[in-house]
């Protein structure tokens, strides 16, 4: 059973550009989130898709843009990159939240790390 | 809004001894859930322990265990007999149950070095 997959495993662009990330969920696992972990610190939410729409985000600005395919696989885009954009990004799969006092165990990939020269 | 402080930036032991990790956290609501995750140098993210905020039975598990206290809002974190391979960043982060989704907060992570 495949875990969490996530590619490229690095990547270096330049200011300006435009980069997409890929995540192919847990089998079973239908909710994808995305994290973004700067150097030193804690991953940090960026958003979260399920049915295909994104359901909830993170205090990221637009240039940060999402999508969600039928077989629940998932990309980020991030558009205008930055020098702050440099970072890793984490993929995180789940099922549905369901309500109540459940709680549906994130697996995380193991990232891409983003450069931004 | 939801804040996790992890105060401790680094901690060297040298092997076999004990280490505490610690965490605070902030939350209104009264339903949440408390994680510990280790990330090596490789960069995944490996779950620990989990806590849901209506259990504060402390536990062991193996090396690991932890202390949950509502009243001081903390849930740290003890490895007992350290060993090199423990080597990693441990970040503590929390979940907040209303509202839906499943977004985790994190703490900023403390840097653990065990040595010979």
């Known amino acids: 059973d495949a875990g969490v997959t996530q590619s490229p495993t690095h990547l270096i662009k330049t200011r300006g550009q435009q980069v997409t990330l890929r995540c192919s969920p847990k089998s079973g696992h239908d909710t994808v989130s995305w994290y973004q972990q700067a150097l030193g610190q804690g991953p940090q939410f960026i958003f979260q898709y399920y049915e295909e729409e994104e359901r909830q985000r993170g205090n990221f600005p637009d240039r940060f843009s999402g999508h969600q395919f039928p077989n629940y696989s998932s990309e980020l885009n991030v558009n205008a990159l930055l020098l702050g954009d440099s970072a890793l990004y984490l993929c995180?799969?789940?099922?549905?939240?369901?309500?109540?006092?459940?709680?549906?165990?994130?697996?995380f990939g193991p990232g891409t790390r983003l450069t931004v020269l | 809004a939801q804040k996790v402080t992890q105060a401790q930036t680094e901690i060297s032991v040298v092997e076999k001894e004990d280490v505490t990790l610690d965490c605070v956290y902030e939350t209104r609501d009264t339903t949440y859930y408390l994680f510990w995750y280790k990330q090596p140098p490789s960069g995944e993210l490996v779950f620990l322990i989990r806590?849901?905020?209506?259990?504060?039975q402390n536990e062991i598990s193996g090396r690991y265990s932890w202390n949950f206290q509502k009243s001081t809002s903390s849930f740290n974190f003890t490895i007992t007999a350290s060993q090199v391979v423990d080597s990693a960043v441990y970040f503590c982060a929390l979940f907040i149950l209303t509202g839906g989704g499943n977004k985790l907060t994190f703490g900023t992570g403390t840097q653990l070095k065990v040595e010979l």
């Open positions: 995180a799969s789940s099922s549905r939240f369901a309500s109540g006092l459940t709680y549906n165990e994130q697996f």
């Open positions: 806590r849901n905020s209506f259990d504060e």
